[in-house]
């Protein structure tokens, strides 16, 4: 055995978010939006979170717009043995103007209670797509006295880049925004300009996802060649991270080179995958609360694989070997390319 060996099991790395206690792998289920990502019935998804649940994944991320997520989750946790284990995390998505009233936040959060069959949500995480229109502190401070009434546990943001961040966390009473959901991954390592100082100043944590780049940053990819972005091979996510990696962050010979590393780190830690890997990366930083990983509960499932994330750590030499390959990219450069984190969506 190496001198890098582990146990073949290790325990789940937590962290608190607000007065919860929970894993820093979350289960993502945007998945649920589209019968693009395989489909399964509702019935045997609430199985999955079950076992998931078991297994000690305990904390699920949805939205008001990933399909029947809300709903099925709320039933699964309903039924659960053990409730009170469970975390919810949920979203309120703003995509259109509109005047945050009382009221129409307070039916925006009902909503979320009704279908989640609660009387409160555990983590809402609220996204407001255009930033001219400063409505979202009426809408945060609206979110925050719900808070208050109990109808809401804690309070997290969705894509909001770094100045918003620190205005909203400044704005709002010290410690309301617990969290921000942004991307971050080793192609996309925009929250390290920026927002890592805004988390430290305001004791925020962020919950990533992309970390994988819809599934890119894996063994399956290694030594292949590019695939075709237009290919019913893919799925939407990767698509869309397919696009970053060969036009915003460098092309796919770099990109193979970057997976070729991981595979060599991932040896030298008992064969751990590079999802592993990558993972690991980003959970390393300290602005990272948790990792959102993708499940298509029901079709396909990493549960096994995943929990190695938790038996190493990366050493001087595996950061190295990483940054030599990352100097080369364009990632340092995205954020004024692409733009701060959200900046995609916007």
Known sequence: MSANAQPTTAPLETFCLGPFQVPRLFTGLWQLSSNAWGSASAPKVRRQMAH???????????????????????????????????LGGTKWCVFRNINPT?????????ERLDRMQTDRVDLLQFHWQDYSDKGYITALRHLQDLQHEGKIATLGLCNFDA???????TELVPGSIVSNQVQFSLVDTRPLDGMADVCERHGVKLLTYGTLCGGFLADQWLGEPEPDLYSGRLTP???????????????????????????????????VSIA??????????????????????????????????????L?????????????????RRLITSVGDCGAEYR
């Open 163 to 169: 100045i918003r961040t620190d205005e909203i966390c």
């Open 276 to 313: 592993n890997v990558a993972t690991r990366w980003v959970l390393d930083h300290a602005c990272v609360g948790a990792v959102i990983i993708g499940a298509r509960l029901g079709v396909s499932e990493h549960t096994e694989d995943n929990r190695k994330v938790f038996m190493f750590r």
């Open 237 to 271: 996510s990767q698509r869309k991270y397919l696009d970053m990696i060969v036009k915003a962050w460098g092309d796919w010979a770099l990109f193979q080179s970057l997976l070729s590393v991981l595979r060599k780190i991932g040896d030298r830690h008992d064969g």
């Open 315 to 331: 050493s001087k030499r595996d950061e190295a070997d990483i940054e030599a390959v990352l100097e080369h990219s364009n990632g």
């Open 52 to 86: 998931f649940a078991e297994l000690g994944y305990t904390a699920f991320d949805m939205a008001d717009h990933y399909g029947s997520s809300e709903i099925i989750f709320g039933q699964f946790k309903k039924t659960y043995p053990a409730p009170e284990r469970i």
């Open 102 to 110: 009382r009221a129409v936040v307070e039916a925006a959060v009902q």
